[in-house]
């Protein structure tokens, strides 16, 4: 199978050699330099870049947004030089990424910008509207704006209105919920559409991206047990409770966060599949 | 009582429910056994009482079915003291709650103080969550 990272990003590719349990190989090409990792029985097994091998190539490629890559399944590693399972491995990509964040680094390991999914890609047109008409609002450059037709910027109001009116169904939903932290409402390549936040130092995009990843792991595991379809994906910590629904049709889930001992789940789960519905009505056809 | 959330409301209904009817706890639970709302005085536990109470009305509901009776609207459990817990399931559009509470002794009178609150729920619930 050959293809671009633009169309299928690396965190992707492994997961679906891991998943399907493959030995194979698999060449990338970046900007002059190969990468090629090498799978054994559904682990990466093996990693080489230049004159670098194991872990420490995979966390590298993995910000790696363009080339082209090239997957032969029945090849061998020549020796194994990595031991840490694949969705660890991606979770600690994840959590390299999130530490050395700078703008959307951690936008590929999350990334399933397929061009012919249509739920992605009205996840894209609505964060593009979003991040457009925040620019707009803030006064950067205004000038390039008022190119636009009237029509665009009519767009852009009814954008925000879709926007702001998640936002308020988020805002009201925690004030529902006892022991509210925070609640988010996130596309399935682990963008938020929306959030909410009561505690500041929390970054809720870092945070939404990680727990993107921990439900498609989930996910994928409840399917692989056949195990029907996952209602909700339930965390509990020393602390928190943190809840995750998907909303009809699984391009969008709800997560929430409450604190364990003031919180209560019941209530959690409740509101968060009376919201999920609210949520499904209000987003944009 | 209005400015309140639908939730802040629920917890408010079973504290003054306890309140009216003297009971040590009451919980409103779903039919998975985890609690909505609750009011509890200090050494109750409302999450194991709403567990119970979920399996407690299971086990009614397996034995209406049996015997060919409709739904219970009330199922009570008595220990040889007197003191009693009482659940009433009941539907607020799609879903299946119960409440429950804790009678302290056969004297004490529930039934008005449970129907008040039953209504009261789904007065709330249309309120803020339909």
């Known amino acids: ?285 | 009582m209005d400015e309140l959330s639908g939730s802040a409301q629920l917890n408010s209904l079973l504290l003054n429910i306890n309140s009216e009817g003297g009971f040590p706890i009451s919980v409103l639970t779903d039919f998975q056994g985890l609690a909505i709302a609750w009011a509890a005085s200090n050494g109750m536990d409302p999450e194991r009482q709403s567990a119970v109470v979920a399996f407690v009305q299971r086990a009614a509901a397996q034995v209406s079915k049996q015997l060919g009776m409709a739904e219970a609207d009330e199922i009570s459990f008595y220990d040889t003291n007197g003191q009693h817990l009482v659940c009433r399931p009941f539907q607020v559009d799609t879903y299946g709650l119960i409440l429950a509470v804790v009678v302290p002794d056969r004297g004490h009178s529930y039934r008005r103080a449970t129907n008040r609150a039953v209504g009261e729920i789904r007065r709330i619930w249309k309120t803020f969550w339909k």
């Open chain 1, 1 to 285: 199978m050959q293809g671009n990272l633009r169309d299928m990003a690396i965190a992707e590719l492994i997961q679906l050699t891991c998943q399907d349990r493959k030995t194979a190989q698999l060449k990338i090409d970046h900007s002059g330099q190969q990468a090629i990792l090498y799978f054994m029985d559904g682990n990466v097994a093996h990693a080489v870049l230049g004159n670098q091998t194991g872990e420490e190539v995979v966390y590298q490629i993995l910000r790696w947004e363009d080339g082209v890559f090239d997957l032969k399944t029945g090849v061998k590693p020549p020796k194994k030089t990595i031991t840490r399972n694949w969705s660890g491995i991606l979770l600690e990509g994840a959590k390299r990424l999130d530490e050395n964040k700078v703008g959307d680094d951690l936008t590929p390991i999350v990334k399933n910008n397929h061009p012919e999914d249509k739920g992605m890609a009205k996840l894209g047109d609505m964060l593009s509207r979003r991040t457009n008409f925040m620019e707009f609002d803030r006064g950067d450059d205004q000038k390039d704006y008022q190119k636009n037709s009237q029509k665009d910027i009519q767009n852009y109001d009814h954008k925000d209105n879709d926007m702001s009116k998640m936002d308020d169904i988020l805002k009201e939903m925690s004030g529902e919920i006892t022991g509210y932290v925070a609640c988010a409402l996130v596309g399935l390549d682990g963008i938020n559409i929306a959030s909410h936040t009561s505690n500041k130092a929390a970054d809720p995009d870092a945070i939404s991206a990680q727990l993107t990843m921990l439900l498609k792991l989930v996910d994928a595991t409840v399917e692989k047990l056949g195990a029907g379809i996952i209602e909700d994906n339930l965390t509990t910590t020393e602390s928190a409770y943190i809840l995750m629904r998907f909303l009809p049709g699984k391009q969008y889930y709800l997560g929430m966060a409450a604190n364990r001992k003031t919180g209560n789940l019941g209530n959690l789960r409740l509101i968060s599949k009376l919201y999920t519905e609210r949520l499904a009505m209000a987003m944009p056809s």
